[in-house]
């Protein structure tokens, strides 16, 4: 049986005022205008043994609930097995998310269950619109629009990896590009604005050079990594990183190598992560200081103290409130209260450990594999030299969210991603193992297909 794919695509643009997530604590960011229209955007390929679904939606999270609707809606409505529908987030933070970050952005019920209805909408559109096809596939390296964020000279990931989907008539019916690169872009330019950011404006290139066809993103390992700062200083240098992708997709495609359909495969399971309890005093320590500075609406030393650990950028955090030091320091304050009081609610009770969904497709020689996390570089390029394929996507922020996956050199230092990233996501602090069972797991996943 010759291959059949299908593409579909609903808008989620929101139409009511809701927040936009990521970017400070407490800032009630809710959006003003639309720059670029937000999207679910579906995928459906089969072949006579094998159907699976990837389904892109320009949210910054997503929850494991968003995930397990949109599947069973799917489900119920098409031949594709639950297991088999990968859902995935671009993280662009200036969109609503769905799944709770404590107070980051609240979550609108409402939207996040109308902006999973519109992804099921596509997918079922996806599928009822299959036709015959041919996959092929490119991998190239950009290494020069992205910096480690975390340390200096840090790993990046330059990988960027294309599935081309064909037509009969050799016209392209859709793309899967992935790349990694913190979304960030259109957040320093435009905070109150609705954007896809980078990923959004790659596909629209890609769209406009090759009519007809639709484009989907897939977040790599982009916990540490961000494109350059100087590309958020202008609208001229904010449309460079797109560009620069958009290029170095269609130069990769003149060396693309064919897929066999033949060998479609896909699967899911969940893996354990270890995690450490928090001591006592680390809880008590944050609501300490909280209560003491609320009370004194005292700002001495919080740059060293909660802003060396709750921000990367203190001095952005005040910009963000608006230029009040006092509004900045007194919201840290208050999201060290609310973190304390959900922990302490089961903190003696709870597992140290935590459950979470990892997973792979393949087409032939092409891998993809995801987790839920914010994934960092040195595991992703681990499971490159691990994975037995030439070309290997990652699909972070799929299926569900976790916060960041730090690696053994930030968990040690007590670092952001390490520290405060459970704070918000009400979890336990991940150690120096989580990172190489979860490389462990998702490297043998794919390579067993």
Not at 259 to 286: G, K, M, N
Not at 354 to 377: D, K, P, V, Y
Not at 412 to 424: F, I, N, V, W
Request: hydrophobic content about 40%.
């Amino acid at each position: 049986m010759k291959p059949q794919a299908g593409v579909s695509r609903s808008s989620i643009t929101p139409t009511k005022p809701v927040e936009l997530t990521g970017w400070g604590y407490y800032l009630k960011r809710f959006w003003l205008d639309v720059h670029d229209s937000l999207n679910a955007t579906a995928i459906v390929i089969e072949n006579a043994e094998t159907l699976l679904a990837i389904v892109s939606v320009d949210l910054m999270v997503i929850s494991s609930d968003f995930t397990q609707q949109i599947r069973a809606g799917v489900s119920q409505e098409t031949s594709i097995p639950a297991a088999n529908i990968l859902v995935t987030a671009t993280h662009t933070h200036n969109a609503p998310a769905s799944g709770g970050l404590l107070g980051v952005g609240e979550v609108d019920p409402d939207y996040e269950e109308w902006a999973a209805d519109q992804a099921i909408v596509a997918t079922v559109n996806a599928w009822k619109s299959r036709e015959p096809v041919s996959l092929s596939i490119a991998t190239t390296e950009v290494a020069d629009l992205t910096f480690n964020r975390t340390r200096l000279a840090g790993p990046i990931d330059p990988t960027l990896t294309t599935l081309q989907i064909q037509r009969g008539d050799d016209s392209t019916l859709a793309f899967v590009v992935g790349f990694q690169g913190h979304p960030t872009i259109t957040t320093n330019l435009r905070p109150s604005s609705i954007s896809r950011d980078v990923p959004g404006e790659l596909c629209d290139h890609l769209e406009r050079v090759f009519p007809g066809s639709t484009a989907i993103y897939l977040q790599g390992a982009c916990g540490d990594v961000n494109f350059h700062h100087f590309y958020g200083d202008s609208e001229a240098s904010a449309s460079i990183p797109a560009r620069s992708l958009c290029f170095a997709v269609i130069e990769s495609l003149l060396k693309r190598d064919s897929l066999d359909a033949s060998q479609i495969a896909a699967h899911s399971e969940i893996v354990q992560l270890p995690t450490r309890r928090w001591t006592l005093e680390e809880i008590q320590h944050d609501r300490r200081e909280a209560e003491q500075r609320l009370n004194d609406r005292d700002l001495s030393g919080w740059k060293e103290t909660i802003g060396r650990v709750m921000t990367t950028r203190p001095h952005e955090m005040i910009a963000r409130h608006g230029g009040d030091e006092w509004k900045a320091v007194a919201a840290m304050c208050r999201f060290n209260v609310e973190w304390t009081d959900r922990m302490l609610v089961d903190y003696e009770t709870r597992h140290e450990w935590l459950e979470t969904e990892i997973q792979a497709m393949r087409m032939g020689e092409f891998g993809i594999i995801g987790n839920s996390s914010e994934f960092f570089t040195s595991l992703a390029l681990e499971i490159r030299e691990r994975v037995h394929l030439p070309h290997v996507m990652l699909a972070c922020y799929s299926n569900g969210r976790i916060g960041y996956l730090p690696d053994a050199y930030d968990v040690e230092r007590k670092t952001y991603a390490a520290y405060q990233s459970p704070k918000y996501c009400n979890q336990f602090p991940f150690t120096a193992e989580s990172g190489p069972v979860m490389v462990a797991a998702m490297s043998d996943l794919l390579n067993s297909l």
